[in-house]
């Protein structure tokens, strides 16, 4: 059964570094997805992207936050400049339809020293 | 204010003692609800989408119920490696991203 993935499982970061956490979506699904989860707390939306173009994003996707799809089947999130905040499970998602169910990879999770 | 409120909380059921979990809903328009299945240290897994009133879906010992305003998460006979995080979830006609609860720590003691 396809599946999302996503790279790396987990990544340590000092505060103000760069981080780029990647994933691959299900290779016939179009939309595709970042969502965050802060220990203990809920699955938050951060962006959404559809023909190589944001389609939405929260109050939490500010400037230093963005996402590319380099070639036919990654998908990435950049962090340009971390903080301890940041620290977080961080979920890509992917659908064939915005009807559809919407699939998680298995998550990265990030530290921010 | 939510828009998805998941209860209980938490919930600690023997092996085999049936219960349901609830996920209410205010949304302006629903598109579609979402059950997930979180184990710890890992993404939602998909288990069910509902899309209208009265609809219902089964898979195992889960069935799943949708109202105009809820939902049901129904858990026949659980066993205890159906001990999880459930997550609800919210697919409003505005938008595309889905809202979710803050889920229901479900807990079967053997």
């Known amino acids: 059964e396809p599946e999302v993935t996503q790279t790396p499982s987990h990544q340590v970061t000092q505060m103000g570094q760069e981080v780029i956490l990647r994933c691959v979506p299900i290779?016939?699904?179009?939309?595709f997805y970042w969502y965050r989860q802060i220990l203990g707390q809920k699955v938050e939306f951060l962006v959404s992207?559809?023909?190589?173009?944001?389609?939405?994003k929260s109050e939490i996707f500010d400037d230093q936050f963005s996402v590319e799809r380099p070639d036919g089947s990654n998908f990435t999130l950049k962090i340009r400049s971390t903080k301890l905040e940041d620290s977080a499970m961080y979920f890509c998602?992917?659908?064939?339809?915005?009807?559809?169910?919407?699939?998680f990879g298995p998550g990265t999770r990030l530290l921010v020293l | 204010e939510d828009q998805v409120t998941q209860s209980p909380e938490a919930l600690r059921l023997q092996e085999g003692e049936s219960s349901s979990l609830n996920c209410s809903y205010t949304?302006?328009?629903?598109?579609?609800l979402f059950w997930y299945r979180q184990d710890p240290g890992k993404g939602p897994e998909f288990l069910f989408t509902?899309?209208?009133a009265g609809e219902e879906k089964e898979k195992e010992r889960l069935k799943a119920t949708l109202t105009k305003k809820e939902s049901f998460l129904h858990i026949t006979a659980p066993k205890p490696e159906d001990s999880a995080t459930y997550l609800c979830?919210?697919?409003?006609?505005?938008?595309?991203?889905?809202?979710f609860g803050k889920g229901t720590r479900l807990h079967i003691l053997p």
């Open positions: 998602a992917s659908t064939r339809d915005t009807q559809e169910t919407q699939y």
């Open positions: 509902l899309y209208s």
């Open positions: 992207f559809y023909n190589n173009e944001i389609s939405e």
């Open positions: 979830a919210v697919l409003e006609n505005r938008d595309d991203k889905i809202i």
């Open positions: 290779s016939n699904h179009l939309y």
């Open positions: 949304v302006s328009g629903l598109r579609g």
